[in-house]
């Protein structure tokens, strides 16, 4: 098996404007790519457009085209908005393109030649906008399952790939492989789809039908069913069947893709590659989908954000930020400008922003606008340095497992961590008043140790803010070209800054945006008993409590209430809970930890209007399972009659943080 990071994008249809969930996928695997080059790993990341089929054809008729203009049209709208975005992709693949339809043609051949493939009447149901066949069972009150359009009874002749003998074997692949499929749950779902009996798959269409295809080499009255084709695009572009060299350094994928195309990802594609004899992806991880008010972005709901106006308006790398900071990776998470601009403040112009401007101007001030050198072994002392380049370390161990777990928000959480724990430190060390000391040496050390830091935490994050970090790292004295190019000698590097090097004058990197605070945040009444949200039973006393006579019903002591810990959490993703009015599913970060608790608070909030919030958790509550879904804390909650409000933190203060 190759030890390549080659990842790749679903291939987008080209007639679609690009919209977030297009440039989520695409920022996800740039920054994935990103993190692995930067560890020294051998990266490949693919994607392209998907360029066949009904909507092509249609949209080009209607402009009096040929369909191969349309899409030579359209496709650069795709292209456009990857370079804008910083996308460093090192290929783009076209389905149109021959050294694509050729291979396309000859797997078909291939199969055919070996009686995968036969030839069968269909009698049954099509949706022409989702390209889909189904059996009388599959429709939903008559229409398409997947979309709820009206469907076309068809009775014709196709092609059948004999996808059904290969399902037993499919079922124990993924069972005997858990990586296979990521998250566990989405592995359910397909385990679930395949209880029931799979049928051969249809590859065909009649071109009297859809002429925008690719012909069956053996037949030409026939073209491939758009993704039997599209899939392909995965082996086609690393030169399967061209270059048997450069395909097995690459091969297998991690392929990235939305939860809505999971299917054809689990299922068509492993049996197409079984069949063809060519060994399994490597990982094939699900998404969730960006939200607008509870119901997915997309184009024919018109609630689509566009990404190049976020870009406008904010900047390609704070946009970039917020998509990766702010989804928990295989959650759906919600889009709103109001979480967006608290993200970027808190995380951007306050936390990172301020501390590269506290650093550059009491370097100037106190040392002459030169990075000051730090005392001997100040990094690997005991001291408060040493801890600090500890925790910083503890960043650089995580961004990389995030990449590996495929939980990118954990890593740059921890850098996010480092950076706090950074303005901790210059709050605890005074740099002011060391100033005034006759020994320099200590203040010295607090200002470098700060720099490095910086320093690091930027190397860390520029796969996700490329622009943004080398601009802190310049400013931090190193050479634009060493700035931009972070590698993993540096990552290992202790003290790499030179000392004596000028250092910037501090200007706003990332300025801070002025926007009015939600007004569910204006303040809730002060109610009492605080109580927890969920689980409805409030913590039992513990055990010896129950021993001390002295103390009147009802009250506890101080050593029992100390052993609730209590801490501060930022709820990242929240989402309701089938089944149930009142449950929701949040995800939260304390500190660099994640967890996910079922909280009873469905009927008070709106899943959208907590993301973002801090709030207060019991974290040390043996986790339950609420509707079979394992709540790993409790959060604390203010009600009376039939209000129920969230005890949240009053200001900034990092996650994670303990409540006494
Ligand atoms: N052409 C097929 C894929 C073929 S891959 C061999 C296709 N294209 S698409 O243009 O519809 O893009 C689908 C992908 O866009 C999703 O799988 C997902 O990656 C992304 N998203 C589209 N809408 C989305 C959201 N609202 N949120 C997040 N991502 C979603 O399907």
């Not at 009492?528 to 009802?554: H, N």
């Amino acid at each position: 098996m190759s030890d390549s990071f080659y990842v790749t994008t679903p291939i987008y249809y080209v007639n679609d404007k690009p919209h977030i969930g297009h440039a989520y996928t695409t920022v996800l695997a740039d920054v994935l790519a990103g993190v692995h080059r930067l560890y020294g790993h051998p990266t490949f990341f693919l994607t392209g457009t998907d360029e066949h089929g009904q909507k092509v054809q249609d949209a080009a008729a209607k402009l009096g085209i040929t369909p191969q203009q349309h899409a030579d049209n359209t496709v650069v709208r795709f292209q456009e908005c990857w370079q804008r975005l910083g996308i460093r992709n090192d290929d783009f693949i076209r389905t149109t393109q021959p050294r694509h339809t050729a291979i396309v043609q000859e797997i078909l051949q291939d199969l055919y030649d070996r009686g995968e493939i036969y030839r069968d009447e269909y009698d049954g149901w099509y949706c022409v906008p989702d390209e889909r066949f189904f059996t009388e069972k599959d429709l939903q009150d008559g229409k398409c399952p997947l979309c709820g359009r009206p469907v076309q009874r068809v009775r014709e002749a196709n092609y059948f790939f004999r996808m059904s003998k290969y399902q037993d074997w499919l079922v124990e692949y993924i069972q005997n492989h858990p990586d296979f499929i990521q998250p566990d749950f989405r592995r359910n779902e397909t385990l679930g789809f395949l209880r029931k009996p799979l049928q051969d798959l249809c590859i065909s269409r009649p071109a009297s039908r859809l002429a925008w295809g690719i012909p069956l080499p053996f037949d030409q009255d026939y073209v491939t069913y758009v993704w039997f084709d599209a899939l392909v695009n995965y082996i086609s572009a690393i030169g399967y069947r061209r270059d048997d060299a450069r395909f097995e350094s690459l091969w297998p994928a991690v392929h990235l893709i939305g939860k809505d195309i999971l299917t054809t990802h689990t299922v068509y594609w492993p049996t197409m590659l079984k069949a063809i004899g060519v060994p399994m992806p490597r990982t094939i991880f699900a998404h969730g989908w960006w939200l607008n008010d509870k119901t997915k972005m997309s184009k024919s709901l018109g609630n689509v954000v566009n990404p190049m106006d976020m870009m406008d308006r904010y900047g390609v790398d704070a946009f970039r930020y917020f998509l990766m900071a702010e989804m928990t990776m295989g959650q759906d998470a919600a889009f709103t400008e109001d979480a967006f601009v608290r993200r970027y403040n808190a995380d951007l112009a306050n936390d990172l922003g301020n501390l590269l401007n506290r650093v550059l101007a009491m370097t100037r001030k106190y040392c002459e606008g030169k990075l000051p050198a730090p005392e001997p072994g100040a990094f690997e002392a005991e001291g408060a340095a040493g801890e600090l380049w500890g925790i910083a370390k503890q960043a650089s161990t995580a961004m990389l497992a995030s990449a590996e777990a495929y939980a990118l928000q954990d890593g740059i959480a921890a850098v996010m961590e480092a950076v706090r724990a950074t303005n901790r430190y210059l709050e605890a060390r005074q740099p002011w008043t060391q100033a005034k000391a006759a020994d320099p040496a200590p203040l010295g050390t607090t200002l470098y140790a700060a720099a490095e830091v910086l320093r690091l935490a930027a190397a860390l994050l520029s796969p996700v803010m490329a622009e943004k970090m080398t601009a802190l790292r310049v400013a931090l004295g190193l050479a634009p070209d060493v700035a931009a190019h972070p590698t993993l000698d540096e990552l290992n590097a202790v003290a790499f800054l030179a000392p004596g090097t000028p250092v910037a004058a501090p200007s706003p990197l990332f300025p801070r945006i002025d926007a009015p605070r939600p007004a569910d945040e204006a303040g809730a009444p002060a109610a009492k008993p605080v109580k927890a949200a969920t689980p409805a039973a409030s913590p039992k006393p513990a055990k010896a409590e129950s021993k001390v006579p002295s103390l009147p019903e009802g009250v506890i002591s101080y050593e029992t209430f100390s052993q609730v810990q209590l801490r501060s959490a930022k709820i990242m993703a929240a989402e309701p809970i089938e089944g149930t009015a009142k449950l929701l599913k949040l995800n939260v970060m304390m500190g660099a930890e994640r967890r996910q608790i079922v909280a009873g608070i469905a009927l008070y909030y709106k899943p959208e209007e907590l993301i973002g919030k801090t709030v207060v958790v019991v974290a040390n509550l043996a986790p339950i399972k609420l509707r079979g879904i394992e709540s790993q804390g409790m959060l604390l909650a203010a009600s009376l009659g039939e209000r129920l409000r969230l005890v949240t933190i009053d200001g900034d203060l990092a996650s994670g943080a303990i409540v006494k």
